[in-house]
């Protein structure tokens, strides 16, 4: 059974940085390019960065220079490293698999408040 | 980067309805559209790939179409789960992006 599980979610103030993580079981992890997506609160689904199975990478503008995403394939692991955060990157911060977006975990929760 | 469209960004129906729910990007993606579910307070999930292919699981009800710029979604006999919010999605090309949603309520 595929499972995404993201943690690392807490309440930071702007200007701050935060790392989540994603762990990943359940299929080969290093066949797949891996996903952020985000949802502020009311809001629709944004696309945030992806990290393909060769490691190339691609941002959105909103987080490009301040969101860096890695893997590490060994522990089946992906990460959204966030600095400079903004009140505006307050969202809920989801995983996914492959560019269909086939599988979602259950998403963290960054707040960004004083 | 390309724009996606959808629409109509809410409607209500009751259940045993069908609904149409359209998308349209900015250019052709040939077929490279997905369609997702969110249930509140859940993370989305997957329905269709591909423009027109059913996840694994996903009920028959549901159907896509489409290729190029335009595409839709088909919810036959909605039952109550199904009451939800709909999102297409473009994998043609990075940035990937999203429609803005289809809220879909009980009348």
């Known amino acids: 059974e595929v499972q995404l599980v993201e943690s690392g979610g807490v309440v930071v103030q702007p200007g701050g940085s935060l790392r989540l993580s994603c762990a990943a079981s359940?299929?080969?992890?290093?066949?797949?390019?891996m996903h952020w997506v985000r949802q502020g609160p009311g809001k629709g689904l944004e696309w945030v960065s992806v990290?393909?199975?060769?490691?190339?990478?691609y941002y959105a503008d909103s987080v490009k220079g301040r969101f860096t995403i890695s893997r590490d394939n060994s522990k089946k692991s992906l990460y959204l490293q966030m600095n400079s955060l903004r009140p505006e990157d307050t969202a809920f911060y989801y995983c996914a698999r492959g560019n269909d977006l086939d599988y979602w975990g259950q998403g963290t929760l960054v707040t960004v408040s004083s | 980067d390309i724009e996606m469209t959808q629409s109509p960004s809410s409607l209500s129906l009751s259940v045993g309805d069908s609904v149409t729910i359209s998308c349209r990007a900015s250019?052709?993606?040939?077929?490279?559209l997905a369609w997702f579910q969110q249930r509140p307070g859940k993370a989305p999930k997957s329905l269709i790939y591909a423009a027109s292919y059913l996840q694994s699981g996903v009920p028959s009800n549901f159907s896509g179409s489409g290729s190029g710029t335009d595409f839709t979604l088909t919810i036959t006999s909605l039952q109550p789960e199904d009451f939800a919010t709909y999102y297409c999605q473009q994998y043609n090309t990075y940035p990937l992006s999203f429609g803005g949603g289809t809220k879909v309520e009980i009348k």
């Open positions: 250019q052709d993606i040939s077929y490279y």
């Open positions: 990290i393909t199975w060769d490691a190339v990478r």
């Open positions: 359940g299929f080969t992890f290093e066949d797949y390019a």
